[in-house]
Nanobody
Framework: VQLVESGGGLVQPGGSLRLSCAAS????????MSWYRQAPGKEREWVAV????????NYLDSVKGRFIISRDNAKSTVYLQMNSLKPEDTAVYYC???????WGQGTQVIVSS
């Protein structure tokens, strides 16, 4: 089971980034998928979740209306579209399969002017 995140980087406040997480080694459509983040000196926190079919989503209150989680089961990939980014969104972002207990290696997002 492998999850590989990509798409992080440095962006100015108010900007956007799209994170991707490519899955392999398991039947992707059998797992809901989540994004988490961990800021420096803080505990890892849950950010968003999407159901197996992609028909239901839920978000951390502080990202509601700014972030969108989606998935493409044909490509075994989950996405996190992040808009109106704020400095407090700076963190390493991880994707996670609750069903299979797997984590990616993370991708760094830095929001700074």
């Amino acid at each position: 089971v492998q999850l590989v995140e990509s798409g992080g980087g440095l962006v100015q406040p108010g900007g956007s980034l799209r994170l991707s997480c490519a899955a392999s080694g398991f039947t992707f459509s059998h797992s809901g998928m989540s994004w988490y983040r961990q800021a420096p000196g803080k505990e890892r926190e849950w950010v968003a979740v999407i159901t197996r079919a992609g028909d239901n989503t839920n978000y951390l209150d502080s990202v509601k209306g700014r972030f969108i989680i989606s998935r493409d089961n044909a490509k075994s990939t989950v996405y996190l579209q992040m808009n109106s980014l704020k400095p407090e969104d700076t963190a390493v972002y991880y994707c996670h399969s609750p069903t299979f207990g797997s984590w990616g290696q993370g991708t760094q997002v830095i929001v700074s002017s």
